[in-house]
């Protein structure tokens, strides 16, 4: 009898559950336009799309699909931007997804174009770029674990917070690390395009970054269309090349 009971334990539980992953693995996309994602429309689909979800700017997790940071029904303002596109997102989750089988894959947008280093200071009020990711990570974390950072800026610094963009970087990590709670959280970020003298400078300070679990990967080799973001398959590689690279 103990044992029929049993039985019928582990059918209901299989009816209800028919695809069980031990846990979702939940990351942050910060950064500028480039972490936004501009990229054309609709993308590669995804060979694991039933373990990729997004949690979005309006704040339901969905099936994960390119826009990633789509604006509609936006709660925080401070990060929207009104033009979306494909991202690295979506061949991120895609090619971790593949690395760890028994994972899903959650992806929580909190990048705004145009944005600078210094707007990305510490701060916990949520109409602040950081603040808002901080309690967008939060909410999304009641349906997984955070797993790490993937970065994507450094475009528009000046000349002076350039010279100090890889101290400054990594202090900033470090408030993001206590904030959620792990200080070991990996970043993985992209090294930007040195295509003007300033960039030239933030992309050498970005190669000298020694700041704990964070690692840079290359934006080497693939197009620029307008000089300042790539498209739809550079983005692609990119977040193949962040899963690569992302323990």
Not at 33 to 62: C, E, K
Not at 146 to 151: E, K, P, R, S
Not at 172 to 197: C, K, Q, W
């Amino acid at each position: 009898m103990l044992l029929r009971i049993r039985e019928a334990a582990v059918i209901v539980a299989l009816l209800i559950s028919p695809q069980a992953y031990a846990e979702r693995a939940v990351f942050l996309l910060m950064g500028q336009s480039n972490a936004a994602g501009m990229g054309a429309l609709p993308g590669t689909p995804p060979t694991h799309a039933d373990r990729i979800f997004v949690y979005r700017n309006s704040g339901q997790w969905t099936p994960g699909a390119e826009p990633v940071d789509e604006p509609d029904g936006q709660v925080d303002a401070v990060s929207l931007d009104a033009k979306s596109g494909v991202g690295f997102g979506v061949a991120f989750a895609d090619a971790y997804a593949a690395k760890h089988p028994g994972l899903e894959v959650g992806l929580v947008p909190c990048a705004k174009g145009g944005s600078t280093l210094a707007r990305w200071a510490p701060h916990w009020s949520r109409q602040s770029l950081y603040g808002s990711c901080v309690a967008r990570a939060l909410e999304a974390a009641r349906e997984g674990r955070i797993a790490g950072v993937l970065w994507w800026q450094g475009e528009d610094e000046t000349s002076a917070s350039a010279a100090t963009y890889g101290r400054d970087f990594a202090a900033t990590m470090r408030a993001l690390r206590v904030d959620l709670g792990d200080v070991n959280l990996p970043v993985v970020y992209a090294r930007i395009r040195g295509a003007t003298s300033i960039t030239a400078v933030v992309r050498t300070q970005q190669e000298g970054i020694a700041d704990g679990p964070a690692i840079m990967v290359s934006t080497d080799g693939i197009e620029y269309p307008d000089g300042w973001h790539t498209d739809t398959e550079g983005y692609e590689t990119v977040g193949r090349r962040m899963a690569g690279a992302m323990p």
